[in-house]
Structures are given as C-alpha cells and as structure tokens.
C-alpha cells in the first residue's frame, strides 16, 4: 500500500531567516490517524501551514510527497483540490461572503480542477442542510457572513461542516480542541471520527491530551525543535500528560 | 481683497468660448433660456476649467486633463442610431422603460413611450425648453445653487435630455432607464441636461447608464436636476462605463422636500477621467438620504466623485458610503462635504469612504469634510485605504478556491456594502457581475 503522506529530511523557515521545521520525517498510510504532540513553540502550527501552502514560508531542505505529488509544488488550491485539508486553528472571519456562497465556491472550485461535474446549487445545499443537521448549524449560520461573529466553538463546528463537505483525503487538524468546552469538543469530535475511513487520514496537532480521547490515534509522535524526536502507540499521550515534554526537548537538543 | 486668478486662456477654453459663440443661435429655448447660457457662459469664461487652486477640484487639474474641447457632436444619423440600439447591455433584459440618448440627443424612435403610467409624462429637453411655460422654466438652475464652472458650461451648451414628471401621488413601479449612448469614430462633445420633478408624494426609480466607442477620446457633459417633492420616493443609479479615452463630467442637483426618501448610487468603471459631483439640498424636515458609490479603476483611470451635502433643516438621517478599487495607476478621489445648518438640529449623517487598494501604484484621496452649525446632531466620517487581506485570502485557498476567485469573492463583498443597498435586485446582480467580470478581465 502506497503512503498517503511521506515528509523526508524536511526544512523550513519563516521567511527572513528563523528555522522552524528542522529535519522532519514522517509517513501517514491511508486510514491512519496520527497525533502531534508538543510544547509550544515547537513549530507545530508552521508544520500545518507549511503542508497546506501558506506564503511566508520558506522550504529548505526535503520533499513532501502527498498521493505520489510533489506537494510543495502545488498553489493551496490545488493542495486543497488534491485532498488536503487544514482545520484552522482560528478560522478567519470573512464579512460579505455568506457562508453557503463560500461552501458552494469551494466545493465547485474543487470539482473542477479534478475534471468533475460541479453541483448545482439545490445539491449543494441539500447537502450542506444534512451535514449542518449533525453539527447543530442551522438555517441561520449559513446564510450570516463566514465566522462573522461565531462563537469559538461554532466556529470549529463551521471548520468541521467544511470538512465532511470537502472530504479531503487528509485533514489536518491544527489545536481543533482551542476554544472549545466539553460539549463543542465531543460535537467537533464526532464529526471528525465520522469521517475515519480506510481511505482517509488525520493529522491531529495538539499540546494536550484531552483532544485524543475523543479521537483516538494510531500514532503518537512528540515534536520539538522542528522535528519528530520520539514515537508510539496512543499510550504515549497519557505518559506525555504525566511526565511532560521536558526529557523529550533535551533528547532533542 | 484677495487678487483674483486669471490665468491664460487654454486651448479648451478658447475652443469652447468659439464652439459656444457658432451653436448659440441654434440651441433650443426662448429668450429667458438664452439669457441663462450667456449668464452661464460668462460664469464659465470667468473662471476657466477647473484646476488644482479650485478647492472642490483639487485633485482633478480638469485644465491639465482636457487639453482640448471637441466638437458639438451632430445629430444621429441612422448608423449611430442603429448602433445605439444595441447598447445598454449591463442592464438588457431586466424590462425597465428605456429612453435613448445618442450623441446627445434624445431619440424617440428608439424610446419605449407606450403604456406611460397614470401621472408619468416624458419629454425631450430640447422640446421642454421651447416650450414657452415648461419645467425648466420653472425648475432649471434652481433646484440647488452652485457656481460651478463644468455645470456652467452645461448650462451654456445644452441640447438635449429628459424631463420626467411624475403626479402627486403617483407611483412608477417601472423603473426608467436612460441609455446615453456615445457613437462613432471621431471625438464629439455632448452636452445633455436633464431634469426630473417628482410631486409630493410620488414615487419612481431611474437609471442611467453612458456609455461610448473604446478608442476614441470623446467629451461628455452630463448634468440632472431633480425635485424630490414632500413625502416624495425616489432612487437613481447611475452607471458609467464609457470608452477608455472618454472624458466624462457629470453633476446632479438635487432638492429635496420634507419626509422625502432620497437614494442615489454610482457605479463607474469606465472612462478615462470621470467626475461625478453630486450636490443635494435636504430642505424639509424627516428626510431619508442614502448616497452610495462603487469605482472600479484600472490602467490610467482617474474617477472623481464630488459630494456636497446640505442639511438644512432638522431631523433628517442620511448615509454616504463609498468604495473604490484600484490598480495599475489608477486615481480615485472621493470629496465628502456636509453641511449642517443651525436649523437642522437632530441631524444624523454617516459618511464612511474605503478604498482597496489592488497595486502598490494605485492612489486614493479622500477628503471628508464636516461642517456643523447646528449642536444637537451626530455627524460622523470615517475613510481607509487599504489592501486584500492576505490571511483571508489564504484560507479561501486553503478550501481549493483559486488566487484570481478568491480576491473576486473578497472585492465583490467589499464592493457589496454599497450595492445591498441598491433597491432594484436585478440591478443589484448585475453591478455584483460586472464587478466580478471587471475582476476576473484585469490583467
């Protein structure tokens, strides 16, 4: 079975200088949930936006092959067209853009750069209804503005809506459970182990091991310093809640 | 006493002071009327086309960008007439009653005069100002003073236009679209005055779109005057999207009376240099004013809009809310001034002027001017010119959205604050796709 996601050697800095992502490896089979862990600092986030393509950084050293494509040669559109898909942390707010005109956009943009048939807009909100029904987003929420004025958790339940309409063949999720209480986090969390399929992978960037009690991974991999320096099974989650990061940043240094 | 400017007499304006002395015998209207073009001209001849020392044309030197005038365009023959026809496209097919302007002159053949509403009548200005007692006797040039130099020559030169009036009470559920049409392959000037007079109470909604040949370096002059009479509605829109050497001048006057709803919006795209002054008077009390503008500007593009806001009686709410998109060089210049008189206590008006800016060469000015004499009112201003938000932009494309569709959508939304307000829907989608179609042809 061929990988779904292979990062080897790779390097990466913010663009002016400062090195974030030092030497980085990693493969994701398909149907594999994997779980980051690590302090702040470590460049988890960056990992994030560099996978899915946001300016301002730069790649140094390694490759990114995602579904057998050179990754870091792709616009994020195409990223995102070829099954990539990254849970913001803080979604941004988009005044004047409804939200079911950016769902319909974005899933239409989508279909096209694949070569397939774009979906009329009654499709696509019938669709959009359905999903929004097991997320608890009404009517309302789709016609306002993109996250203008949502609250952190419907927020995350707007960025998962995207996500089971998109079904990308990788979600990345970057700290899904920020912002969250218990009862927005086991909805988000629903949604997200909806979508485990054999096909379909996760990334899961987290600092706490709360989130992976909802969803539960494969692999758990401590970053620090731009790099994986330790992996295991998902009991490592629990021993990184007891012990902390500090013995795995000094094997790092 | 301050020494008077007399600068040298330009080309244009020797040009204009012949062109005006060979059309005078043959343009329309009595005695009184010819009168009001020699007053006109001389206010005209003595202040010359307007340049960087006259305060309300401060950023438009008109005497550096109109180098030369060009000639009275002749009346349509049958191949402008015909090519006529076919303009007015933004808005094809949205059923409103259209009259046709070409090359400054109304043409009747070409005009949808059948099935007029009860208490709606239509007329060229050509024939209103013949007319021994008609309304321009009783309105033109009087529905808001200004001394302005470019309406001065409109009201000089003058040959054509509408004049509309609608009966007390009356409501013209149809909107009236006036298609100003510029044709051929050499230069014309066209000087057209209109005038529209709602009675109290009546109600109707008027469009206007100018629009012209590409390469061709034509001068349009385009001036309305309209009475809003008490407890009176009406809404304009005026679309400019003349060829890309045009030079377009426009002013509207407008008077409004007591509990009166006023909304007037432009939406310019085309045009080499554009200027849209618009000078409304809130004379009665209760008056709803909303005054909007869209400029999409590109290459060398220069779009001038002049407000001049007069709230001279109390308790009237108005809005002013403009937006400009920039690349290449472009230049867009919004002058917001409003006037609160001593009388007009309990005024509440809100100006807010945006720019985005597409280019790092792209320039906006703005200049927001308040001036209170009244102590009971909420008077706010508030202008920002800025750039696409790249963050936003980026997570449009991190859900597969590409660059040129994500900036569309970004701009259409920008855009969109001043366009929900425009009444008519179709209207509304059609501006929204031109402004997308505008997006997705640049460069």
Same mark, same amino acid.
């Given at each position: 079975?061929?990988?779904?996601?292979?990062? @080897?050697?790779?390097?990466? +800095?913010?663009?002016?200088?400062?090195?974030?992502?030092?030497?980085?490896?990693?493969?994701?089979?398909?149907?594999?949930?994997?779980?980051?862990?690590?302090?702040?600092?470590?460049?988890?986030?960056?990992?994030?936006?560099?996978?899915?393509?946001?300016?301002?950084? +730069?790649?140094?050293?390694?490759? *990114?092959?995602?579904?057998?494509?050179?990754?870091?040669?792709?616009?994020?559109?195409?990223?995102?067209? $070829?099954?990539?898909?990254?849970?913001? $942390?803080?979604?941004?707010?988009?005044?004047? *853009?409804?939200?079911?005109?950016?769902?319909?956009?974005?899933?239409?943009?989508?279909? /096209?750069?694949?070569?397939?048939?774009?979906?009329?807009?009654?499709?696509?909100?019938?669709?959009?209804?359905?999903?929004?029904?097991?997320?608890?987003?009404?009517?309302?929420?789709?016609?306002?503005?993109?996250?203008?004025?949502?609250?952190?958790?419907? /927020?995350?339940?707007?960025?998962?809506?995207? %996500?089971?309409?998109?079904?990308?063949?990788?979600?990345?999720?970057?700290?899904?459970?920020?912002?969250?209480?218990?009862?927005?986090?086991?909805?988000?969390?629903?949604?997200?182990?909806?979508?485990?399929?054999?096909?379909?992978?996760?990334?899961?960037?987290?600092?706490?091991?709360?989130?992976?009690?909802? =969803?539960?991974?494969?692999?758990?991999?401590?970053?620090?310093?731009?790099?994986?320096?330790?992996?295991?099974?998902?009991?490592?989650?629990?021993?990184?809640?007891?012990?902390?990061?500090?013995?795995?940043?000094?094997?790092?240094? | %006493?301050?020494?008077?400017?007399?600068?040298?007499?330009?080309?244009?304006?020797?040009?204009?002071?012949?062109? #005006?002395?060979?059309?005078?015998?043959?343009?329309?209207?009595?005695?009184?009327?010819?009168?009001?073009?020699?007053?006109?001209?001389?206010?005209?001849?003595?202040?010359?086309?307007?340049?960087?020392?006259? +305060?309300?044309? @401060?950023?438009?030197?008109?005497?550096?960008?109109?180098?030369?005038?060009?000639?009275?365009?002749?009346?349509?023959?049958?191949?402008?007439?015909?090519?006529?026809?076919?303009?007015?496209?933004?808005?094809?097919?949205?059923?409103?009653?259209?009259?046709?302007?070409?090359?400054?002159?109304?043409?009747?053949?070409?005009?949808?005069?059948?099935?007029?509403?009860?208490?709606?009548? =239509?007329?060229?200005?050509?024939?209103?100002?013949?007319?021994?007692?008609?309304?321009?006797?009783?309105?033109?040039?009087?529905?808001?003073?200004?001394?302005?130099?470019?309406?001065?020559?409109?009201?000089?030169?003058?040959?054509?236009?509408?004049?509309?009036?609608?009966?007390?009470?009356? *409501?013209?559920?149809?909107?009236?679209?006036?298609? #100003?049409?510029?044709?051929?392959?050499?230069?014309?000037?066209?000087?057209?005055?209109?005038?529209?007079?709602?009675?109290?109470?009546?109600?109707?909604? #008027?469009?206007?779109?100018?629009?012209?040949?590409?390469?061709?370096?034509?001068?349009?002059?385009?001036?309305?005057?309209?009475?809003?009479?008490?407890?009176?509605?009406?809404?304009?829109?005026?679309?400019?999207?003349?060829?890309?050497?045009?030079?377009?001048?426009?002013?509207?006057?407008?008077?409004?009376?007591?509990?009166?709803?006023?909304?007037?919006?432009?939406?310019?795209?085309?045009?080499?240099?554009?200027?849209?002054?618009?000078?409304?008077?809130?004379?009665?009390?209760?008056?709803?004013?909303?005054?909007?503008?869209?400029?999409?500007?590109?290459?060398?593009?220069?779009?001038?809009?002049?407000?001049?806001?007069?709230?001279?009686?109390?308790?009237?709410? !108005?809005?002013? !809310?403009?937006?400009?998109?920039?690349?290449?060089?472009?230049?867009?210049?919004? $002058?917001? @001034?409003?006037?609160?008189?001593?009388?007009?206590?309990?005024?509440?008006?809100?100006?807010?002027?945006?720019?985005?800016?597409?280019?790092?060469?792209?320039?906006?000015?703005? @200049?927001?001017?308040?001036?209170?004499?009244?102590?009971?009112?909420?008077?706010?201003?508030?202008?920002?010119?800025?750039?696409?938000?790249?963050?936003?932009?980026?997570?449009?494309?991190?859900?597969?959205?590409?660059?040129?569709?994500?900036?569309?959508?970004?701009?259409?939304?920008?855009?969109?604050?001043?366009?929900?307000?425009?009444?008519?829907?179709?209207?509304?989608?059609?501006?929204?796709?031109?402004?997308?179609?505008?997006?997705?042809?640049?460069?």
């Amino acid at each position: 079975m061929a990988p779904l996601l292979e990062i @080897k050697d790779l390097h990466a +800095e913010i663009a002016g200088g400062r090195k974030i992502i030092n030497g980085m490896n990693l493969t994701i089979n398909p149907g594999e949930v994997h779980a980051i862990m690590g302090p702040n600092g470590a460049g988890k986030s960056t990992l994030s936006y560099v996978l899915s393509g946001k300016p301002g950084y +730069e790649i140094t050293g390694g490759e *990114v092959l995602f579904r057998g494509v050179n990754l870091l040669e792709l616009s994020p559109d195409e990223r995102a067209a $070829q099954g990539m898909f990254l849970c913001f $942390q803080y979604p941004l707010e988009i005044p004047g *853009v409804s939200n079911m005109a950016f769902l319909h956009t974005a899933v239409n943009s989508q279909r /096209k750069k694949r070569g397939e048939v774009e979906l009329t807009s009654p499709e696509l909100v019938r669709k959009v209804r359905e999903l929004g029904k097991t997320l608890g987003i009404d009517a309302d929420m789709l016609k306002r503005p993109v996250n203008v004025g949502f609250s952190g958790g419907e /927020k995350k339940r707007n960025e998962t809506l995207q %996500m089971m309409l998109l079904e990308p063949y990788l979600c990345v999720l970057d700290e899904a459970d920020s912002g969250l209480d218990i009862d927005a986090l086991k909805v988000v969390s629903n949604g997200v182990n909806a979508l485990r399929s054999p096909e379909r992978s996760m990334l899961v960037i987290t600092h706490y091991q709360r989130l992976l009690d909802y =969803i539960v991974p494969d692999v758990v991999h401590v970053f620090s310093a731009g790099r994986i320096v330790h992996s295991g099974g998902k009991e490592l989650a629990l021993e990184l809640e007891a012990t902390g990061y500090a013995q795995y940043q000094n094997e790092a240094a | %006493m301050a020494a008077t400017v007399r600068p040298m007499k330009t080309g244009a304006e020797l040009a204009l002071a012949e062109i #005006f002395s060979a059309a005078r015998p043959a343009l329309p209207g009595g005695p009184d009327i010819a009168a009001q073009r020699a007053a006109a001209f001389d206010t005209f001849a003595d202040a010359g086309l307007p340049h960087r020392r006259v +305060e309300t044309w @401060k950023y438009t030197d008109l005497r550096a960008l109109m180098r030369d005038a060009k000639p009275l365009a002749p009346l349509p023959d049958a191949d402008a007439k015909a090519q006529a026809a076919t303009a007015g496209a933004l808005l094809g097919g949205l059923g409103f009653r259209r009259l046709f302007l070409v090359n400054g002159t109304f043409v009747p053949e070409l005009s949808d005069l059948t099935d007029l509403e009860s208490g709606l009548s =239509i007329s060229s200005m050509a024939d209103a100002l013949a007319a021994p007692a008609g309304l321009p006797a009783t309105y033109l040039g009087r529905t808001v003073s200004s001394s302005d130099a470019v309406l001065a020559l409109n009201t000089a030169l003058m040959g054509d236009g509408v004049v509309v009036h609608v009966a007390a009470g009356a *409501v013209v559920a149809r909107p009236i679209e006036m298609v #100003f049409v510029t044709t051929g392959e050499t230069a014309v000037a066209t000087f057209t005055r209109s005038l529209v007079v709602l009675e109290e109470g009546a109600s109707a909604t #008027f469009l206007e779109t100018h629009e012209g040949p590409a390469g061709v370096a034509y001068q349009v002059n385009t001036a309305l005057e309209m009475v809003v009479g008490a407890g009176a509605s009406v809404e304009r829109i005026k679309i400019t999207t003349e060829g890309a050497e045009a030079v377009h001048l426009a002013t509207m006057l407008a008077r409004v009376e007591t509990g009166a709803r006023f909304a007037n919006t432009f939406f310019t795209s085309g045009g080499s240099v554009v200027r849209n002054q618009l000078l409304v008077h809130l004379a009665g009390e209760g008056i709803n004013a909303h005054m909007g503008g869209v400029s999409l500007l590109a290459g060398k593009q220069h779009a001038d809009t002049m407000l001049s806001l007069d709230h001279a009686a109390p308790s009237c709410e !108005s809005r002013e !809310s403009f937006r400009a998109v920039l690349d290449g060089t472009a230049q867009d210049i919004f $002058q917001g @001034k409003i006037a609160v008189r001593q009388a007009a206590q309990k005024t509440d008006a809100r100006m807010l002027s945006r720019a985005l800016l597409l280019s790092e060469t792209a320039e906006s000015c703005n @200049k927001p001017e308040l001036e209170i004499f009244a102590d009971d009112v909420q008077c706010g201003h508030g202008c920002t010119t800025g750039t696409l938000d790249q963050q936003i932009k980026f997570y449009l494309m991190a859900r597969g959205i590409p660059a040129k569709e994500a900036e569309a959508l970004l701009i259409q939304a920008f855009v969109g604050e001043v366009l929900d307000a425009v009444g008519p829907e179709g209207v509304r989608t059609a501006l929204s796709e031109a402004t997308r179609a505008w997006l997705l042809g640049r460069e």
